[in-house]
C-alpha cells in the first residue's frame, strides 16, 4: 500500500540527528520566546513601576487638595463665626441706640414741654419788668414834675421871701 510505504519511508528518514536538530530548533525558539517575555516582564514591571509611582504622586496630590480644602472649609467657618458675632454685636448695638434713641425721644418731649412753661414765664416776666419800668419811668416822671412844680414853688417861695 502506498500509505505504508510513506510511513516507512518518514521512519526511514527520522534519524537521530535529524530528531536532534529538531529539538535544538524547538529550544531555540521557546528560549527566544522566553527572553522575548523577559523583555516584556522587564517593560511590563517598568510600565507597572511607573503606574504605581503615578498613582501615588495623584494620591498625594488629592491629599494635598482635600487638605487645602479642609483648610479653607475650618477658615470659611472660623469666618463664618466670626461674622456672626460681628453682627451680634451690630445688633445689640442697634438695639442699644434704639433704646437710646427712645430715651431722648422722651426727654425732648418733657424739655419741649419744660421750654413751653419757661417760654410763657419768660414773657410774664418781661411784662412784669416792663409794666414796673413803665411804673418806675411814671413815678419818675411825676416826681420829676412834683420836683420842678417843688423847685418852682421854692424858687417863688424864696423870691418874695426876699
Not at 445688633?91 to 418731649?109: C, P, T
Not at 414765664?121 to 413815678?139: T, Y
Request: charged share 30%; net charge negative.
Amino acid at each position: 500500500t502506498p500509505v505504508e510505504s510513506d510511513a516507512a519511508a518518514a521512519d526511514a528518514h527520522s534519524t537521530p540527528a535529524t530528531d536532534a536538530d529538531e529539538n535544538l530548533a524547538q529550544a531555540e525558539a521557546a528560549i527566544s520566546q522566553v527572553e522575548g517575555d523577559l523583555r516584556r516582564m522587564e517593560t511590563f514591571g517598568a510600565d507597572v513601576r511607573r503606574n504605581l509611582e503615578e498613582q501615588e504622586r495623584v494620591k498625594q496630590d488629592i491629599t494635598h487638595t482635600l487638605g487645602y480644602f479642609r483648610r479653607q472649609q475650618d477658615l470659611s467657618q472660623d469666618e463664618r463665626d466670626s461674622c456672626s458675632s460681628h453682627l451680634q454685636r451690630v445688633e445689640d448695638e442697634v438695639a442699644s441706640l434704639q433704646r437710646k434713641v427712645k430715651e431722648l425721644e422722651g426727654e425732648k418731649a418733657t424739655l419741649q414741654s419744660e421750654k413751653t412753661t419757661l417760654v410763657e414765664a419768660n414773657r410774664k416776666v418781661l411784662a412784669q419788668v416792663n409794666g414796673m419800668f413803665k411804673f418806675g419811668q411814671a413815678v419818675q416822671t411825676g416826681l420829676a414834675f412834683q420836683g420842678l412844680a417843688t423847685d418852682s414853688d421854692n424858687s417863688t417861695s424864696a423870691g418874695s421871701g426876699s
